[in-house]
């Protein structure tokens, strides 16, 4: 069994950062590629980065700029930095793994993004 564990999340004012974490545990041969979604309410969820094995990231158009994701595979964990929130940020966000070839989802992470 593997499980993803997300961490961090909360209420921020608009401008503000806040830093999400997920760590994977379990039995674990290789984990591929990293990511952060996101689901707002009464919206889909929607991709927001990934990052492969070797470092490379992809974000969706409306964060680059101000998230940054990162992963540490000694520790196997990935890491969503946000800057400069705006409300429009506000979402249930859910940490991904490909993790032995199967893909796993963490339990999910509210951030908040109001004055």
């Known amino acids: 069994q593997v499980q993803l564990v997300e961490s961090g999340g909360g209420l921020v004012q608009p401008g503000g950062s806040l830093r999400l974490s997920c760590a994977a545990s379990?039995?674990?041969?290789?984990?591929?590629?990293m990511g952060w979604y996101r689901q707002a309410p009464g919206k889909q969820r929607e991709f927001v980065a990934t990052?492969?094995?070797?470092?490379?990231?992809n974000y969706v158009d409306s964060v680059k700029g101000r998230f940054t994701i990162s992963r540490d595979n000694s520790k196997n964990t990935v890491t969503l930095q946000m800057n400069s929130l705006k409300p429009e940020d506000t979402a249930v966000y859910y940490c991904n793994a490909q993790v032995n070839t199967y893909d796993y989802w963490g339990q999910g992470s509210q951030v908040t993004v109001s004055s």
């Open positions: 379990g039995s674990i041969f290789a984990i591929y590629g």
């Open positions: 990052i492969t094995r070797g470092g490379r990231t």
